[in-house]
Each structure stands twice: as structure tokens, then as C-alpha cells.
């Protein structure tokens, strides 16, 4: 729309009156810190219309050395200006100021304002849980729990977006019983909305938890709970969006497409006025997922794409959407247009590289099907289209060697992996041909270091015994406590005489147990090799494919598919003589 030259002047005038009026409100003797709020403290969030009088309050306030007055204006400031490079420096003189008066309780503070300031506008989650740790660390002797709680949750919210979620939702349970405990209590309204507020904002953050950890019946629970708050409750509309948001990915993940597109819709709007750019690109992803859903494709690349502007602008971005660059790229590779998967390649790689440097332990969640080293190849071969005649006669010159080469380096691999297959054959065969060992050796006892009496040792040594014969140890989830209750001793004693007798810990001593007893299976029974890996991680007992196959490698040197492979030949070709 645009403005004629009345309105432009009108605006123009306006904004030279309100400054005008900032410069000159005297500091008096008689003017309070109230008098200057007035002024400006209904203003809405970010309307640096308010800042010429809270430079006011601010000069007021260093001239007292009035230091809960200067926290306070500067605390104003922050909330008012829309510039996050101003928010920054803002802070930093915040924290200045508050360090000068040696209060735990205003420094605590300055602290977390310049954490939440890292966290939320320019989303850099070290710097922000470092600020947070100082403001922790200032806190504990003060009375405040308030503040206290206020930094467990920002401390929750940082270890949540760096994928610690079962740390993270310790925090925000904790949050959320001190918050709700004091919402039922006689206590100042202002003081009632402040800890609704973190009660609201606690079993958020316990949503995003259980999501991240497939605990979608609590999830849903959670959030069927919360908008229940809603229905009596005014004034909360921020934190009804957050879930509306969350409502949306659980209709998502329901496939109930139609809905979770209208909860987004609902949430979008108060989520772009406080400028949460992380969780309006979560709702445009699942927006676009929604309709990529539908099969209507063209609105799906309106949301990802939207996404991707965000990505732009803020220069972040969180693990959960890298799908929504995969959509891109698939999506312009089918339809063929090299030029916009190249663009989307590139913004990936970006993506992953910002990921990696907050999220290096998710990479084996993330990287799913484009893995770096892909998308680079992928990334020089778009590069490269427009000269392909170039590219073809270099293919076809490296063509045979690489071809060697791969050849030569297949060859060599499946040496190896003959060579770690007989080696691990002759210790099966050997191990079969030992006598039977039992756990308690004189020998242990005799050198018992333990400081443990011997008849207590003697029992565990025979019940650990007894525990290898029956093959105890394929329980999935045994945890040394469970099996000292079934031994009737304590875990110290338990996790002494392991560590003596069989030189590891107890973690160790049983995940070799799992591993030697389904190898042996695999040797000996044709039809272990018949089971899928996943069959294989359920039969010995261990939790998860990827950590039995990582074990199944660290004990036997070599790969439990290979190792299946390997032992069917083997059997084939005896079969054949």
C-alpha cells in the first residue's frame, strides 16, 4: 500500500514529536521511576517508541547508582528494541553494571537476560547456556525462586535443542511442579500470572521432550491438558499458540492432514509477533509436510520454501527440519530442474554444517538420506551440468581405473573380512574345546582384595556362576541393581567381585556375555542365520541394532552381517562337497 505525501509528513512529524519528548523529559528532583514508566510501559513488545524514555529512566537510575533501577531500565530496553544486535549490547552493559554492584540477585539476573538473548534472537545455544550456568551459579544463595526457576527452565530449554531430552524434561517437570504449586497459593495476582505463565511454558518444552523421545501418549496427554487451561483462562495467547503448534505435528503424525494444517494456521500469527522464527518454521515444515501429504505438492513447496527464508535470515536452524531441504531437493530432482536442487543442496550442506557445530552427537540421527559426503558429490556434479561434455570425457578417461580400483578395494575388503571370520572361527572352536570354567576359582579367593569376606564372596562367585549357566544375561535391560537384588547382596559387593574376578565392569561382563552367546548360536545353529540383525539385538538381550552391532564388531572384529554371510558360504560349500 502506498502512503501519500500527507501521511508520509504526519509519520515523519510524529516520530521527530516522540523523541523530542524523550530528550525532553527533565530529570528532577520530583520525578519518580514511575513517572518515566508511565510513559511507555503499555506500549507493546519491541515499539522503540518507548526507548528515548527509558534512556530517560536510565540516566536517572546510573546518576542514583540505583542498581535494581538500572537492571530494571535496562531490562526495558531490552524488551523494546527490535534491533538483536542493540538486545546484545543491551546486555552486555547490563551485566556490567550488575557485576559493579557485587548484588547475587541483580547479576543473576543481568545473566539470564543475556542468555535468553543469545538463545532466543540469535539462537547460539553455547554462549546462551553459558550465561545461564553464571546465572545459576549467582543464584544459589539467594532467595528467589522465582529467578531460581526461571534458569532451570532456560537451562532445560538449552539442553533440549542440543538433544539431551531426558535430562531436559527432569528440568521441566521440576519446573512445572514448583510453578503450579504456586499458582494455587494466596499470592499476588501479577505473581499468579508470572508463574502461570512458566507453568504453561514448562509442559511446552515436557511436549517437544516426549515427541523427541516417542512418547506420544504423554505428548498427547500433555497437550489436551494445557488447552484445557485455555478455555478458563485469558491473557495467554503466546502460550496457546505454542499449543496449537504442538497440536498441529500430533494431527501430523495422526495423518489427520486437514487439521494439523488449521492448527498451524491459528498458532502462526502470534508466533511471527514475538519473532519465534525457530517455531514458525516448524510450523511451516509440518505445513508442508501436510500438504506434501495430500499430494499437493506445489502448496507443500510454498511452505518449504518459506522455511528456507527463514533459514536466510537468521542463519539457524534446528535438526528437526533438515527434511524439509531433502523435500526441496527430491522434489527439483523429479521435476528436473538442476538449478534449484543445486541451490537446496548447497542450503543443505549449510543447514548441516550449522547442525553439526551445536548438534555433533545427533549426526547419526540426522544424516538419514543424504549424508555429507553425498551431497558434496551430488553438490559437483550440478555444479558441473553446464559442462558436461568436459565431465564425459573425464569419466570416460578415469573410467577403467576407477573401476580397477573399486575392484582391487572389494577384493581387499572381502580378504579381510575372510581372514577376521577364520580367526574368529578357530577362537569358537578353540573356546568349545576348553573345559568348562566356573566363576569361583580358590585362586580368588584366595586373593581376595575385595576387603568382602570370603563366604560372601564365595556365594556371588557361584551365583554369577549359575547366572552364566542359565543364560541370564539375554534379559533385555538387566541393570546391576536387579541383578544384585536377585543375588540378595548390594550392588558395591556385585560390582567389586566383577571387577576382580572377571577384570571388567559390569556393563562390559555382560554386554561380552550377550555377544559370545549369540555368536555361538550363529555358529552352531543354521537357523540363527536365517534372523534379521534386529532378531539378533532382541535374542542376546541388547537394546538397540546399532549398539549390538558396534558390540558384535568391538568383541569379534568383524560385522555381524558379515559375520552371517561369511558362515553360509561356508556351510554351502560343505554342503556341495
Do not use: W
Request: proline content about 2%.
Amino acid at each position: 500500500m502506498k502512503l501519500s505525501i500527507h501521511q508520509i509528513t504526519f509519520l515523519f512529524l510524529f516520530s521527530v514529536v516522540m523523541f523530542l519528548h524523550g530528550q525532553h523529559l527533565k530529570i528532577t528532583d520530583n520525578i519518580t521511576f514511575s513517572d518515566i514508566r508511565k510513559h511507555y510501559e503499555d506500549l507493546p513488545e519491541n515499539d522503540k517508541q518507548a526507548l528515548p524514555y527509558v534512556n530517560v529512566y536510565l540516566k536517572k537510575a546510573k546518576k542514583e547508582n540505583d542498581y535494581p533501577e538500572i537492571l530494571q531500565g535496562y531490562h526495558d530496553a531490552l524488551f523494546f528494541s527490535r534491533d538483536k544486535l542493540q538486545k546484545l549490547k543491551y546486555a552486555d552493559s547490563c551485566v556490567s553494571y550488575m557485576l559493579k554492584s557485587k548484588d547475587q540477585k541483580l547479576i543473576s539476573k543481568a545473566y539470564l537476560e543475556k542468555g535468553v538473548i543469545y538463545y532466543f534472537f540469535y539462537k547460539q545455544y553455547q554462549p546462551a547456556l553459558n550465561e545461564y550456568l553464571k546465572a545459576y551459579e549467582y543464584s544459589e544463595n539467594i532467595d528467589d525462586d522465582f529467578l531460581r526457576y526461571r534458569i532451570i527452565y532456560h537451562l532445560g530449554v538449552v539442553k533440549s535443542y542440543l538433544g539431551y531430552y531426558k535430562d531436559a524434561l527432569k528440568l521441566f517437570k521440576e519446573c512445572s511442579v514448583h510453578f503450579e504449586q504456586l499458582i494455587k497459593s494466596k499470592i499476588h495476582p501479577n505473581l499468579i500470572y508470572n508463574n502461570k505463565k512458566g507453568y504453561l511454558n514448562s509442559l511446552h518444552q515436557q511436549i517437544i521432550c516426549y515427541r523427541q523421545l516417542r512418547d506420544y501418549s504423554k505428548c498427547d496427554s500433555l497437550i489436551q491438558h494445557g488447552l484445557s487451561f485455555f478455555r478458563s483462562s485469558d491473557g495467554y495467547d503466546l502460550e496457546k499458540a505454542y499449543f496449537l503448534k504442538c497440536l498441529g505435528i500430533s494431527c501430523f503424525r495422526r495423518k489427520e492432514y486437514k487439521k494439523a494444517i488449521q492448527n498451524f494456521t491459528l498458532a502462526l500469527p502470534e508466533l511471527k509477533k514475538i519473532d519465534d522464527f525457530t517455531a514458525t518454521s516448524v510450523s511451516y515444515y509440518y505445513m508442508g509436510k501436510s500438504y506434501e501429504k495430500m499430494n499437493e505438492d506445489n502448496l507443500a513447496g510454498v511452505f518449504f520454501i518459506k522455511v528456507d527464508s527463514v533459514f536466510q535470515k537468521e542463519k539457524s536452524i534446528i535438526p528437526e527440519l533438515r527434511d524439509n531441504y531433502e523435500s526441496l531437493i527430491n522434489y527439483y530432482h523429479t521435476v528436473n530442474i538442476p538449478e534449484k536442487e543445486l541451490y537446496y543442496t548447497k542450503q543443505l550442506l549449510k543447514a548441516d554444517s550449522i547442525i553439526n557445530k551445536d548438534f555433533r552427537y545427533l549426526s547419526d540421527k540426522i544424516h538419514k538420506e543424504y549424508d555429507t559426503k553425498s551431497l558434496l558429490v551430488r553438490q559437483k556434479q550440478l555444479e558441473n551440468k553446464n559442462s558436461f561434455g568436459l565431465i564425459a570425457l573425464i569419466i570416460l578417461s578415469f573410467f577403467v581405473i576407477i573401476l580397477i580400483t573399486i575392484i582391487f578395494y572389494r577384493k581387499k575388503q572381502e580378504n579381510e573380512i575372510q581372514r577376521k571370520y577364520t580367526e574368529l572361527e578357530k577362537r569358537i572352536i578353540d573356546q568349545n574345546q576348553l573345559p568348562e570354567k566356573t566363576a569361583v576359582t580358590s585362586c580368588f579367593v584366595k586373593e581376595n582384595k575385595t576387603g568382602i569376606p570370603d563366604t560372601v564372596v564365595n556365594d556371588i562367585l557361584e551365583k554369577l556362576n549359575d547366572f552364566e549357566k542359565r543364560k541370564g544375561f539375554i534379559k533385555k535391560g538387566l541393570t546391576q541393581q536387579e541383578l544384585a537384588k536377585n543375588f540378595n547382596t548390594n550392588t558395591s559387593y556385585l560390582s567389586q567381585i566383577i571387577n576382580e574376578s572377571k577384570g571388567k565392569n559390569f556393563n562390559t561382563y555382560i554386554n561380552k556375555l550377550r555377544i559370545k552367546y549369540i555368536t555361538q548360536e550363529l555358529y552352531h545353529n543354521p537357523k540363527y542365520l536365517d534372523y534379521t540383525v534386529e532378531g539378533l539385538t532382541q535374542k542376546c538381550g541388547i537394546s538397540s541394532r546399532k549398539n549390538f552391532s558396534d558390540l558384535f564388531h568391538e568383541i569379534n572384529g568383524i560385522r555381524p552381517t558379515d559375520f552371517i554371510k561369511q558362515r553360509k558360504k561356508e556351510l554351502k560349500e560343505k554342503a556341495n562337497v
